[in-house]
């Protein structure tokens, strides 16, 4: 790992979709993640950058259904202020 990069493995939490109403749950669990993820890096939510993988994950089950939980690899360039959020290779 680069001195300029920041690499995290993080477990998002997304129980409170539930609240919004079925039809708007995957969208919510999209933004959850965002400022899950800008919370604990400490930048900005306009800075942090999906991957495709995490969205399809999400997504899988349809706009009704997300997972509750989703396990995430947040990486942070501290030279760009940008946080890059892939699926882990596991």
Do not use: C, Y
Request: net charge positive.
């Amino acid at each position: 790992m680069a001195e300029d990069m920041e690499e995290r493995i993080i477990v998002v939490p997304l129980r409170k979709v539930l609240i919004a109403p079925r039809t708007k749950r995957a969208p919510r669990a999209i933004k959850l993640i965002r400022s899950h993820i800008a919370r604990h890096m400490k930048i900005d939510e306009e800075n942090v950058w999906l991957d495709t993988p995490i969205n399809e994950a999400v997504w899988m089950k349809g706009i009704e259904s997300p997972p509750n939980k989703i396990k995430v690899k947040a990486t942070k360039f501290k030279d760009q202020n940008l946080v890059e959020v892939t699926l882990p290779e596991e």
